[in-house]
């Protein structure tokens, strides 16, 4: 039956060029794409040239196309048109199945057959392989069930439908037809170098067998300017069958026959359990040639793929850069075939550089691969970026500078560069272009830079990179850094710039701070500043900003006022490898040289200063000063204490221990790291109580100088006056009264009378001693004071002495004992010896007198002795 009439694949398809792959020109073979991937489930829908009939139309042209600029506003294109398609052999016999009959072109995937090289050599996705993840089978795998076909390039034609096997048409069929290929960019046209042909699916030669041998042929058709060249070869290694290139018609025809059947049938393979990888396929090269006749013949199906050579080189640095393309047209060497020859035998073709190019070398690239390394392109083919040779540790300039490039050339041609000098990621046409250059005879050309005053350091070991692009063409205008010309080439470069940098840090030693946070770096500001010009400014810490060669002056300053607890103690100026810039004294900070390249970063360390401690002691009773204490501090500094001693002298230098303030009863304590201090008096001065309060000092960023609000007073000890008044006899004389009066100061006068009681608590006069006789005056305070007898005891004689006692700092907080004072009794009275009145009388009022005296005095001791007596029951 005739199969129905089918639409073959129509419009524009993307070019297609191969991602994965053994093959050498990946990059440079632009393979003919005749449908979409996948292929319809209907094979009618994949056919590509009929009849004029129910196969389809008799003349189809393909167009493949691709963009080279980001805009895609430069559109190349590739056409090719098909048409003369004959089926030569129909109606022949054809050994398993029905005479040959008439059959399309069909669209075909290679790698669908085990034994397929070309999908080995060039690929998307993958080539062909087994379930098992390997090329080759191993084990009980068989085909088709264990076989998967990852090939995404739907580059074969095919002499018919081969998913029919020998119940289809095309089956045994050879086949013919011609193709005629062009290229423009934007219309306007575009050389090409010549057509590719390659074995798309395995061949045999079967015909000692009595079938056909299976081949794939081309016949240039524009004359004898053809120059044939192998440029892949593949086939299983172990595989004894390699592939002739059969020359003949004058050389204007080439055909590729194996000299036998195909590597998967070799070492006992068969169709079920194919052996090795396949092959053996060749990929042939037209060179001077874009219009051929194209025959194929298959023992059941064969299949050819069809490329195209269009010279595109791209650059490859990263996408923000631009899309930047050219146009060239390569010479090849080696690989020809001018007699008939083994294909495997013979030095494979290389692509070698056009007239107008850089450096040495040159190959072609499907499309742009943007990478970090400006190197994407330098994986497939040859590493063609030769015309640069970059200084080893980069380029090294600073702002304003110039900066000059030679670059190796091969004219005619103009040649510009461009520097990302501020590193935005594009190239600034403006501020970035070096001057064009021609390409001299000798093969050279400089290229000069003005430094833009925005450069920024990039170096790739210090995370950050730049790029340097380098174009020649000879086509007429300027050189822009993205686009395409139409001769010529493109290198990119990842590229070093160093200029001199300078960074400023601020770090705080805070070994003083204790538990105290330390001020934080960003309350300093810090400039550097040149010929009186500040250059780079920033709170705690600067960025690493470009900067001249030249001196600069490296300052901080504060609108803390917590700063002041911090001292500037070294400004240290270093290089990322440890060397160390001389600096020289600044006010407020340092100067330091920058020179050439040098990447410097200096930091500014401040560290918090001590603190001290102050305070003061006076006499509590008059507010002088008071000499002769001993405290105890305790905090930071001093976490177990220490004892600070008053230093007392006449000068501060003579003060040797903690406290270092020469004045009396003025206490400092320097040295003090931050934090909360507690100060407690040990020893007071002889006469002094010891004060019992603790006092908290507290040194911080607010308050370095840390002193108690008042001075600390010590109180004066009272002290005690004790005396004792006897009879005659010794025997204690109560109800004597005294006065005691101080008289320096002068103060108010004491009446001390005598307490007679049963204890001291129940004495509530000045007297404090119960004793009769006995006295105890207590809480006197410093002074001299005056002892006078008031008034003494009945029957005795009243005291005029006057009894003095002084009490100070040697006898405060004692009691001072007087002693015992002794009163007379009253005596009898005169008896005249002459006149008046008689004897007599006197003795009788002597007598009488003398009865009373004896009989009061009697009654007293009675009271006395009673009084002790109760004392001791």
Same mark, same amino acid.
């Given at each position: 039956a005739v199969p129905p009439a089918a639409a073959a694949p129509g419009g524009e398809l993307p070019a297609v060029y191969a991602t994965g792959g053994d093959g050498r020109f990946t990059d440079a073979i632009q393979w003919l794409q005749w449908s979409d991937y996948p292929l319809a489930a209907n094979a009618e829908d994949n056919t590509v040239l009929g009849y004029g009939d129910q196969y389809g139309s008799a003349t189809r042209t393909i167009t493949n196309y691709r963009y080279l600029d980001d805009a895609q506003t430069l559109k190349l294109t590739t056409t090719c048109t098909l048409s003369g398609l004959v089926t030569e052999n129909v109606g022949q016999a054809n050994g398993d199945a029905g005479p040959v009959q008439r059959a399309p072109l069909v669209a075909t995937v290679p790698g669908k057959w085990a034994g397929d090289a070309l999908d080995n050599l060039y690929n998307v996705g993958g080539p062909g392989h087994w379930s098992d993840g390997q090329i080759a089978r191993s084990g009980n795998l068989t085909y088709p069930g264990d076989y998967v076909n990852d090939n995404r390039m739907v580059i074969g034609l095919s002499n018919g439908f081969a998913?029919?096997?020998?119940?289809?048409?095309?089956?045994?069929?050879?086949? @013919?037809?011609?193709?005629?290929?062009?290229?423009?960019?934007?219309?306007?046209?575009?050389?090409?170098?010549?057509?590719?042909?390659?074995?798309?699916?395995?061949?045999?030669?079967?015909?000692?067998?009595?079938?056909?041998?299976?081949?794939?042929?081309?016949?240039?058709?524009?004359?004898?300017?053809?120059?044939?060249?192998?440029?892949?070869?593949?086939?299983?290694?172990?595989?004894?069958?390699?592939?002739?290139?059969?020359?003949?018609?004058?050389?204007?025809?080439?055909?590729?026959?194996?000299?036998?059947?195909?590597?998967?049938?070799?070492?006992?393979?068969?169709?079920?359990?194919?052996?090795?990888?396949?092959?053996?396929?060749?990929?042939?090269?037209?060179?001077?040639?874009?219009?051929?006749?194209?025959?194929?013949?298959?023992?059941?199906?064969?299949?050819?793929?069809?490329? #195209?050579?269009?010279?595109?080189?791209?650059?490859?640095?990263?996408?923000?850069?631009?899309?930047?393309?050219?146009?060239?047209?390569?010479?090849?060497?080696?690989?020809?075939?001018?007699?008939?020859?083994?294909?495997?035998?013979?030095?494979?073709?290389?692509?070698?550089?056009?007239?107008?190019?850089?450096?040495?070398?040159?190959?072609?690239?499907?499309?742009?691969?943007?990478?970090?390394?400006?190197?994407?392109?330098?994986?497939?083919?040859?590493?063609?970026?030769?015309?640069?040779?970059?200084?080893?540790?980069?380029?090294?300039?600073?702002?304003?500078? @110039?900066?000059?490039?030679?670059?190796?050339?091969?004219?005619?041609?103009?040649? /510009?560069?461009?520097?990302?000098?501020?590193?935005?990621?594009?190239?600034?046409?403006?501020?970035?272009?070096?001057?064009?250059?021609?390409?001299?005879?000798?093969?050279?050309?400089?290229?000069?830079?003005?430094?833009?005053?925005?450069?920024?350091?990039?170096?790739?070991?210090?995370?950050?990179?730049?790029?340097?692009?380098?174009?020649?063409?000879?086509?007429?205008?300027?050189?822009?850094?993205?686009?395409?010309?139409?001769?010529?080439?493109?290198?990119?470069?990842?590229?070093?710039?160093?200029?001199?940098?300078?960074?400023?840090?601020?770090?705080?030693?805070?070994?003083?701070?204790?538990?105290?946070?330390?001020?934080?770096?960003?309350?300093?500001?810090?400039? /550097?500043?040149?010929?009186?010009?500040?250059? #780079?400014?920033?709170?705690?810490?600067?960025?690493?900003?470009?900067?001249?060669?030249?001196?600069?002056?490296?300052?901080?300053?504060?609108?803390?006022?917590?700063?002041?607890?911090?001292?500037?103690?070294?400004?240290?100026?270093?290089?990322?490898?440890?060397?160390? #810039?001389?600096?020289?004294?600044?006010?407020?900070?340092?100067?330091?040289?920058?020179?050439?390249?040098?990447?410097?970063?200096?930091?500014?360390?401040?560290?918090?200063?001590?603190? @001290?401690?102050?305070?003061?002691?006076?006499?509590?009773?008059?507010?002088?000063?008071?000499?002769?204490?001993?405290?105890?501090?305790?905090?930071p500094s001093h976490p177990d204490g220490t004892d600070v001693e008053d230093c007392v002298a006449d000068d501060a230098a003579a003060c040797t221990g903690p406290d270092t303030d020469p004045g009396e009863g003025a206490f400092t304590v320097a040295g003090l790291d931050w934090g909360h201090y507690a100060l407690k008096e040990k020893s007071a001065p002889q006469g002094y109580g010891l004060n019992p309060n603790t006092y908290i000092l507290t040194v911080n960023d607010s308050s370095l100088e840390a002193s108690l609000d008042q001075a600390v007073p010590d109180d004066r000890k009272d002290a005690a006056v004790k005396w004792s008044k006897t009879a005659a006899d010794g025997s204690p004389l109560g109800e004597s009264t005294w006065t005691l009066t101080p008289t320096d100061p002068a103060g108010v006068a004491m009446t001390v009378e005598d307490c007679r009681a049963d204890s001291a608590d129940d004495c509530t006069g000045p007297d404090k001693d119960p004793a009769a006789g006995g006295f105890l005056v207590e809480g006197l305070t410093w002074g001299d004071y005056e002892l006078k007898e008031k008034s003494a005891p009945a029957g005795y004689v009243l005291s005029k002495d006057v009894h003095g006692v002084r009490i100070g700092a040697a006898n405060a907080g004692t009691t001072i004992d007087l002693g015992s004072f002794t009163n007379a009794m009253h005596g009898s009275p005169t008896i005249p010896l002459t006149g008046g009145r008689g004897a007599q009388l006197f003795l009788l009022l002597g007598g009488a007198l003398l009865g009373v005296g004896a009989g009061t005095a009697a009654v007293r001791r009675r009271r006395v002795r009673a009084s002790a007596e109760n004392r001791s029951a």
């Amino acid at each position: 039956a005739v199969p129905p009439a089918a639409a073959a694949p129509g419009g524009e398809l993307p070019a297609v060029y191969a991602t994965g792959g053994d093959g050498r020109f990946t990059d440079a073979i632009q393979w003919l794409q005749w449908s979409d991937y996948p292929l319809a489930a209907n094979a009618e829908d994949n056919t590509v040239l009929g009849y004029g009939d129910q196969y389809g139309s008799a003349t189809r042209t393909i167009t493949n196309y691709r963009y080279l600029d980001d805009a895609q506003t430069l559109k190349l294109t590739t056409t090719c048109t098909l048409s003369g398609l004959v089926t030569e052999n129909v109606g022949q016999a054809n050994g398993d199945a029905g005479p040959v009959q008439r059959a399309p072109l069909v669209a075909t995937v290679p790698g669908k057959w085990a034994g397929d090289a070309l999908d080995n050599l060039y690929n998307v996705g993958g080539p062909g392989h087994w379930s098992d993840g390997q090329i080759a089978r191993s084990g009980n795998l068989t085909y088709p069930g264990d076989y998967v076909n990852d090939n995404r390039m739907v580059i074969g034609l095919s002499n018919g439908f081969a998913d029919r096997g020998n119940a289809g048409v095309g089956y045994g069929s050879r086949m @013919s037809f011609d193709m005629q290929c062009s290229a423009s960019l934007n219309g306007e046209e575009v050389p090409l170098s010549g057509l590719v042909l390659a074995d798309a699916e395995a061949s045999s030669a079967h015909s000692p067998k009595g079938y056909r041998d299976e081949w794939v042929q081309a016949t240039a058709t524009q004359g004898s300017d053809t120059s044939w060249r192998v440029l892949d070869a593949y086939k299983d290694s172990s595989c004894p069958v390699t592939t002739q290139a059969v020359v003949s018609n004058g050389g204007d025809t080439v055909q590729l026959l194996p000299t036998g059947e195909e590597c998967v049938y070799q070492n006992g393979g068969r169709y079920s359990r194919p052996e090795g990888t396949g092959g053996p396929g060749t990929v042939l090269f037209m060179q001077g040639s874009t219009e051929a006749r194209i025959s194929m013949q298959g023992r059941g199906y064969s299949a050819v793929a069809l490329g #195209l050579v269009v010279g595109t080189d791209f650059g490859d640095a990263p996408a923000s850069y631009g899309r930047a393309s050219s146009l060239f047209q390569p010479t090849w060497t080696g690989g020809r075939i001018t007699r008939t020859t083994d294909a495997f035998a013979v030095d494979q073709a290389t692509m070698s550089a056009s007239d107008t190019r850089l450096g040495a070398g040159i190959d072609s690239e499907g499309d742009q691969k943007f990478s970090t390394g400006a190197n994407g392109d330098d994986y497939s083919g040859i590493d063609d970026e030769d015309g640069v040779a970059l200084p080893a540790g980069g380029i090294e300039t600073e702002p304003g500078g @110039s900066y000059t490039q030679q670059v190796s050339c091969t004219g005619p041609g103009r040649i /510009a560069g461009w520097v990302d000098w501020n590193r935005n990621g594009r190239f600034d046409e403006s501020t970035e272009k070096s001057a064009e250059r021609s390409c001299s005879a000798s093969g050279s050309a400089t290229l000069s830079w003005t430094v833009p005053d925005d450069v920024v350091r990039s170096v790739a070991d210090e995370g950050a990179t730049s790029y340097l692009r380098v174009r020649i063409t000879n086509d007429a205008g300027p050189l822009r850094a993205t686009g395409n010309t139409r001769t010529g080439e493109v290198e990119d470069y990842a590229v070093d710039v160093r200029v001199p940098t300078l960074r400023l840090v601020k770090d705080v030693d805070a070994a003083h701070v204790a538990d105290d946070q330390p001020l934080a770096p960003d309350s300093w500001t810090l400039t /550097a500043a040149a010929d009186g010009r500040d250059v #780079l400014s920033g709170q705690g810490s600067t960025a690493e900003t470009v900067v001249r060669p030249g001196r600069y002056t490296v300052t901080e300053s504060s609108d803390d006022p917590r700063a002041q607890a911090y001292e500037l103690t070294d400004v240290e100026c270093t290089t990322p490898d440890g060397q160390q #810039l001389t600096t020289g004294d600044a006010d407020g900070g340092a100067t330091v040289d920058l020179t050439g390249h040098d990447r410097v970063t200096c930091t500014l360390t401040n560290a918090a200063r001590q603190g @001290s401690a102050t305070w003061s002691k006076i006499d509590g009773a008059d507010g002088r000063p008071l000499g002769g204490t001993v405290w105890t501090l305790t905090g930071p500094s001093h976490p177990d204490g220490t004892d600070v001693e008053d230093c007392v002298a006449d000068d501060a230098a003579a003060c040797t221990g903690p406290d270092t303030d020469p004045g009396e009863g003025a206490f400092t304590v320097a040295g003090l790291d931050w934090g909360h201090y507690a100060l407690k008096e040990k020893s007071a001065p002889q006469g002094y109580g010891l004060n019992p309060n603790t006092y908290i000092l507290t040194v911080n960023d607010s308050s370095l100088e840390a002193s108690l609000d008042q001075a600390v007073p010590d109180d004066r000890k009272d002290a005690a006056v004790k005396w004792s008044k006897t009879a005659a006899d010794g025997s204690p004389l109560g109800e004597s009264t005294w006065t005691l009066t101080p008289t320096d100061p002068a103060g108010v006068a004491m009446t001390v009378e005598d307490c007679r009681a049963d204890s001291a608590d129940d004495c509530t006069g000045p007297d404090k001693d119960p004793a009769a006789g006995g006295f105890l005056v207590e809480g006197l305070t410093w002074g001299d004071y005056e002892l006078k007898e008031k008034s003494a005891p009945a029957g005795y004689v009243l005291s005029k002495d006057v009894h003095g006692v002084r009490i100070g700092a040697a006898n405060a907080g004692t009691t001072i004992d007087l002693g015992s004072f002794t009163n007379a009794m009253h005596g009898s009275p005169t008896i005249p010896l002459t006149g008046g009145r008689g004897a007599q009388l006197f003795l009788l009022l002597g007598g009488a007198l003398l009865g009373v005296g004896a009989g009061t005095a009697a009654v007293r001791r009675r009271r006395v002795r009673a009084s002790a007596e109760n004392r001791s029951a």
